[in-house]
C-alpha cells in the first residue's frame, strides 16, 4: 500500500462518519486484492466470519442512522465504536510499512475519527429539529455515501481520497451549517388588544 499515512488518515476520517464501511472496505481489499495486505493481529478483519459480521453491524447501521430519534441514541453509541475503529484502521495499514509508531497511529487515528464523529453528532440534533427529521436520513445517505468513496479511493488512489475527503468534508460542515440555520418561515404573530 502506497502512502500508509494518507490511506490511514482518510479511513480514519470515514471512521468517524460510519465505522463499519471503512472496515469493510479494508477487510474486503485485504482478501480479494493484492494492493492491502494486512500484518498479524490486523489481519482478523479479513476472516469470513468477521466480513459477515461486518456487513450485519453495517446493516444495522445503515437503517439506524436514517431514523430521526433513533440515530441519536446510534451516534450515542457510536461514540465508542467510531474512533476506536479509526484507531484500528490507522494502525493496521501502517503496521506493515513501519512509517509510523503504532501509538502515534493509534492516537491519530482515534482523534481524526473521534473530531468527524463528534461534529457529526453534535451537528445532527439540529438537523432533527429543523426539518422535523425529514433531512436525517438524506444527510446520512450522503455521509454513507462519502464515507463510501473516500474508504475506496484511500485504497487504490490515497492522495486522490485525501482531495475528496477535504473537499467532501468542507461540504459537510457547510451542508450542516445550512440546515442549522434554516428557518423554515416560522413567523411570530403579535396580537394587538383594544
Not at 19 to 26: E, H, K
Not at 63 to 79: M, R, Y
Given at each position: ?48 466470519w ?57 492516537v ?42 473516500v ?9 486522490f ?34
Open positions: 500500500m502506497s502512502y500508509p499515512i494518507i490511506t490511514g488518515i482518510c479511513l480514519a476520517a470515514s471512521a468517524g462518519l460510519n465505522a463499519y464501511v471503512p472496515l469493510l472496505v479494508l477487510a474486503l481489499a485485504d482478501r480479494a486484492t493484492d494492493r492491502v495486505n494486512l500484518d498479524t493481529p490486523y489481519d482478523f478483519i479479513a476472516s469470513t468477521t466480513i459477515i459480521a461486518l456487513v450485519l453491524l453495517l446493516t444495522v447501521e445503515l437503517i439506524a442512522d436514517k431514523i430521526p430519534g433513533i440515530d441519536h441514541a446510534n451516534d450515542l453509541i457510536q461514540s465508542v465504536i467510531r474512533p476506536a475503529a479509526g484507531a484500528f484502521l490507522m494502525m493496521a495499514v501502517i503496521s506493515d510499512k513501519n512509517s509510523l509508531n503504532p501509538v502515534l497511529a493509534m491519530m487515528g482515534l482523534l481524526i475519527a473521534a473530531g468527524v464523529h463528534a461534529f457529526k453528532a453534535l451537528s445532527r440534533p439540529q438537523i432533527t429539529i429543523k426539518t422535523g427529521g425529514i433531512g436525517n436520513p438524506i444527510v446520512s445517505l450522503l455521509e454513507d455515501g462519502i464515507a463510501g468513496l474508504s475506496v479511493l484511500a485504497i487504490i488512489l490515497p492522495i481520497a485525501l482531495i475528496v475527503l477535504v473537499v467532501s468534508g468542507a461540504f459537510l460542515v457547510w451542508s450542516y451549517r445550512s440546515v442549522q440555520r434554516m428557518s423554515f418561515g416560522r413567523t411570530t404573530t403579535k396580537t394587538t388588544h383594544s
